[in-house]
């Protein structure tokens, strides 16, 4: 997690911007966050933050801790946004309905960097550290997160639609490129799917069967 724009591009797709795309965003306030993390409830917060030039940042967690990260987090007043969805599991010959992080491992911090004390977020309990980008946390790109927010519904969780449509945030679920977001540029009627994946800094185009997507 000490690593810049590269590393992240890999994991998180277009979730994370490098450095010089971090442009602070204005039109992001006024974003409604659950005040605690009980079962489900996706999101939470110490307070909205009045400042404008606030943008979201990702926090790795230990491993399954990502619940107690975002309440030592509340308890420290931080905004924070754990995004959760209900999926089906099958687990000794049963089918089961869970919950589970839409980013397992991490957990997402809204501050402004120039007047936050963002380094005690480093020890907060259940966090390993902050996604850095050279000596400074690294933004998520402006609007991804938001997004997010908005898709949670009544319950608490992110809401998903079909996944697999052009112009879709989508993840591949296995193969080389496991993990990464990429978006639909165009599918066929035999499966196949187009994405183009920003990977290590720059924007790829691939070609992968529909049923190696899932919903981003």
């Given at each position: ?46 307070g909205l933050m009045a ?166």
């Amino acid at each position: 997690m000490h690593g810049g724009g590269g590393w992240l591009c890999g994991a998180f797709g277009i979730v994370l911007c490098s450095n010089a795309d971090a442009t602070p965003n204005h039109g992001d306030e006024g974003n409604a966050m659950r005040p605690d993390l009980e079962d489900g409830d996706a999101a939470g917060a110490g307070g909205l933050m009045a400042r404008s030039d606030a943008r979201w940042y990702a926090a790795a967690t230990l491993p399954r801790q990502e619940a107690l990260a975002a309440e030592n987090l509340r308890a420290q007043s931080f905004d924070f946004f754990l995004p959760r969805m209900r999926v089906t599991k099958r687990h000794a010959r049963r089918v089961i309905q869970a919950v589970d992080p839409v980013f397992p491992g991490y957990v997402f911090v809204r501050m402004d960097v120039e007047a936050t004390a963002w380094r005690c977020i480093n020890g907060t309990r259940g966090i390993r550290q902050l996604v850095m980008g050279g000596e400074r946390p690294l933004p998520a790109r402006a609007g991804v997160i938001e997004t997010l927010i908005a898709s949670v519904g009544d319950d608490g969780y992110v809401k998903f639609t079909d996944p697999v449509r052009p112009g879709a945030l989508v993840r591949l679920t296995n193969g080389p490129f496991a993990e990464a977001l990429g978006e639909v540029l165009s599918l066929d009627g035999r499966g196949r799917v187009r994405l183009l994946l920003s990977m290590f800094g720059s924007a790829i185009k691939v070609e992968t069967e529909r049923k190696r997507l899932a919903a981003a």
